[in-house]
């Protein structure tokens, strides 16, 4: 403890680029798309010049895989994050972390003396940032939490919005942009993926005229308001766990309705007391029939005509997809097992599997490749590896985009055994129907 409080404090230098992070944003969003199916991507139009100072606020729920998310989906800006400020102590790691446009925060746990003032001093430097057209990415709910809510917001963000002010006044003009991340399943690889960009919040309005500064509260309702319009937010947060298996059903990261489907999940917000009693009642039912054991939510739709349909040339690419990617399954074999050793946070799981195959992934397959071409051409080196590379990188890919019409056709087939199944058909349409019947109220 003492060690931590004496620890130096090393100020991140003033930067709107560098090309570290420019360099590692390649293989940041390779394996974002490779780990994720990028479902849908709206609000594009919403984004800001990318010259423009901007402060992107988010949702949390899958630890640092939701920044490795922003990364991807807004290059070619370069995202600048503050990280928990204990992993800077060691030089070489801070210089790495400065590299990639990371700043330090002070928490409580690190019991320093000193951390509001640091912070501030975070705060400022960030300010010295946007004002050289920086962008900025916030998690402005503090931590993470595996659920599809949106949770109470700290005031961080509104504290750096008054740092570029009062650093200068024409920052009035800040880009605020509010992000929705939505994960069908954030563990498993090529699971579902949408990103939702909306409107910039408009907050010169708010400031106070006699103080030069926002009032937290004021900016973080828009900012609460404008998340909510963006992201699955489940409430209430008492019976998340009964709920979940209705909105898990509309298949939020698919619908090309959004707000139809938000507003649905909205009503929920209303449901009395009596209502949510009787949809606990449904869902323990459900669980007694063994339907969510038997089939996911997703799979299963709001009714048995909802279950997916496999395309025809589905199986006939199936060859071409065991060809393309039987190099790269022994490694990705090989994270996943060690994922399961290491990995007990559920909200790091993804973060795991992607930081690992998007830097030793490439690794991997060019180590291969030289036995590859010289099995092939008789060379050791040349173009036959180049070759051999390109094929394991291209192949994989191919690889990947059938395993996830895989994904849909196993879970069709679930899904059909449960519609099948007389008791667990029967708990579901009843859980559904309660359900509705509530919502609709």
Known sequence: MAKTRNKAFVEPPIQRWHIGYGTAVHLVRSGVTR??????????????????????VANHQNGLMDAIVQSAMLSPNQIHFLTRADVFYQK???KLLFAFNQMPIFRQRDRLADARERNQRIFEICAERLNIGASIGLFPEGNHRASKTLRPLRRGVVDMVNSAIQLNPEMKALKLVPVGIDYEQMTDFRRRMSYRIGPP???ADLIDEST?????????DRIKDALNDLLVNIQPDSHYDVLLPYVQAL????????????????????????????????????????????ARPEDLGHGAEDVRRTPWWFWPMAPLAIIGGACAYPFSKFVQQQEAKRVKDPCFTSTFKVSAGMFLFPIYLFALAWPLARLASGEWGGWPVIGA???NLIGSRIAGWWYGGYLDWKGA?????????????????????????HIKA
């Open 251 to 294: 298949r939020t990261t698919e619908t090309e309705d959004w707000i139809t489907t938000r507003d649905e999940i909205r009503t929920m917000q209303s449901i009395p007391e009596t209502g949510l009693e009787a949809i606990q009642e449904s869902h323990a039912a459900l669980l007694k029939a063994g339907t969510l054991k038997a």
């Open 389 to 391: 590379y390109l094929f």
């Open 201 to 203: 919040i408009p907050f």
């Open 92 to 94: 070489t790691v801070r």
């Open 35 to 56: 780990f994720h199916r990028i479902e849908r991507v709206e609000g594009q139009e919403n984004l800001p010049d990318p010259m423009e100072p901007a402060i992107y």
């Open 212 to 220: 030069g500064s926002i009032p937290p509260g004021l900016l973080l």
């Open 413 to 437: 087939k679930e899904a059909r055994s449960a519609y099948a199944d007389l008791a667990q058909a029967a708990a579901w349409q009843s859980y559904i129907s309660t359900v509705k019947s």
